[in-house]
């Protein structure tokens, strides 16, 4: 009987070992997330695991409070807004913005499941002329508003060779939208996961001839975890 007991305790005390191990192994909580505070709300970033290189130079800019004080110095509506750049913090209104950043560039991530979606974050780059190898700005970042394609608008980019589309990258396409002709070409290391209409307001933003926002856009940004 306390042979039959023990065995029941101990069996019971592996299930519980087994279950706790199980929860730890599906926990998000080592996800890193950064919110970007603006006078217009707040979004919460979520960074992809899957770009590693640029997951943890964005943690160390920030760290360092590098973005402090910055501006989204360029912005189109649907297409994208656009930030990054020191040289933007007191700049003097009309002033032509976008060369500045921390002195060097990351190789690229490219992930095929990571897309261009609404939402995204993705890294801001030189052109293919100067840069054919795609490296990345080492701090200035643009987050993706795109807009909704039709599936025949897909269609053409696919036969100009400027994207290719599975089920699920088309559905996203043509349901949440996005800017499906910078996939492959540009690195995307994280989304949005709250504040999305944060971004809409800011892509609103009246814009002068060089796509600065009239007013400024003032931002900073924090680690959530």
């Known amino acids: 009987m306390k042979t039959y007991a023990k065995s029941l305790i101990v069996s019971l005390m592996m299930i519980l070992f087994f279950s706790s191990h199980s929860c730890k192994s599906q926990d998000t909580t080592s996800e890193r997330l950064i919110k970007i505070e603006t ?3 707040t979004m919460v970033i ?6 590693p290189g640029h997951r943890d130079n964005m943690i160390k800019l920030i760290e360092e409070d590098f ?8 912005v189109i509506k649907d297409f994208m807004v656009q930030g990054g750049d020191p040289h933007s913090v007191g700049a003097e209104k009309g002033q032509r913005l976008g060369n500045g950043g921390p002195g060097y560039t990351l190789p690229a991530e490219f992930k095929n499941n990571l897309i261009h979606k609404k939402g995204a974050l993705a890294a801001a780059r030189q052109g293919d002329q100067v840069n054919p190898q795609k490296e990345s700005s080492g701090s200035q970042f643009y987050l993706v508003q795109g807009k909704v394609y ?4 897909l269609q053409i980019f696919t036969q100009q060779g400027k994207a290719t589309f599975t089920a699920e990258t088309s559905e996203i396409y043509t349901t949440v939208g996005g800017t499906p002709h910078l996939d492959g070409s540009y690195t995307v290391f994280g989304e949005i996961v ?9 892509a609103g933003t009246p814009t002068d001839s060089y796509n600065r926002p009239m007013e400024d856009v003032v931002y900073s940004i924090s680690i959530v975890r």
């Open 39 to 41: 006078l217009h709300g």
């Open 46 to 51: 979520k960074l992809y695991d899957e770009t």
């Open 67 to 74: 973005f402090d004080g910055q501006l989204f110095h360029r």
């Open 150 to 153: 039709t599936p025949a608008e």
């Open 194 to 202: 709250e504040g999305i209409e944060v971004l809409d307001i800011i």
